[in-house]
């Protein structure tokens, strides 16, 4: 498997939490929000799955790679990935406060609940398509077997090192949790 195969597979779960969002967002519009215990894996797979891991093995190690193969940083799509990854992060920070008021009793930050997920849901779809269609097949032209054999190897310590052993499989585990809970 290519590196980018993965990142690629990574992408198809990182979908699947965005229509659950969207499901998510839609309860708490309808002042039925879903179980706090739900909310919480939700912010935990944003967290740990798609930053810390996702865009942790693109940040630290495909982007670089990029560069050292000639992919300039900051004007081709390397400064745009990492300038949504930013913005994803503050949309998530913005989500746990909203939900924090929510949870204090400030029912009105449903609003801010759904605009944020809205906003988010937006900007990673439009940022898959644009890695997948445009940054990945740059990075397979441009990588040679062997680098892309160090980037694989990368990939699986931060699984290991960062995210733990079972981690992954327990947010594959959630996603179908809250895929037959929310999109059936």
Do not use: W
């Not at 990029?66 to 004007?75: D, K, N, Y």
């Not at 585990?173 to 037959?180: K, N, Q, S």
Request: with cysteine.
């Amino acid at each position: 498997m290519k590196a980018t195969d993965e990142l690629m597979q990574e992408h198809q779960g990182i979908e699947l939490m965005l229509r659950v969002l969207q499901a998510v967002s839609a309860r708490f519009g309808g002042g039925k929000p879903p179980p706090a215990p739900d909310v919480d894996g939700i912010v935990e797979f944003l967290t740990i799955f798609v930053d810390k891991c996702h865009h942790g093995k693109e940040e630290e190690f495909l982007f670089p790679a990029l560069e050292a193969a000639g992919v300039p940083r900051e004007a081709g799509p390397i400064g745009v990935m990492l300038r949504e990854h930013r913005q994803g992060r503050q949309l998530v920070a913005q989500l746990r406060e909203f939900l924090e008021q929510y949870r204090s009793g400030n029912k009105e930050a449903a609003a801010g609940i759904q605009q944020t997920i809205q906003e988010y849901v937006d900007l990673l779809s439009r940022h898959i398509v644009k890695e997948n269609s445009v940054l990945f097949p740059m990075a397979d032209d441009r990588l040679d077997v062997k680098a892309d054999a160090e980037l694989f190897g990368a990939f699986q310590r931060v699984e290991r090192e960062r995210i733990g052993p079972g981690k992954h499989e327990a947010f594959h585990a959630l996603l179908e949790e809250l895929r037959d809970a929310y999109l059936k």
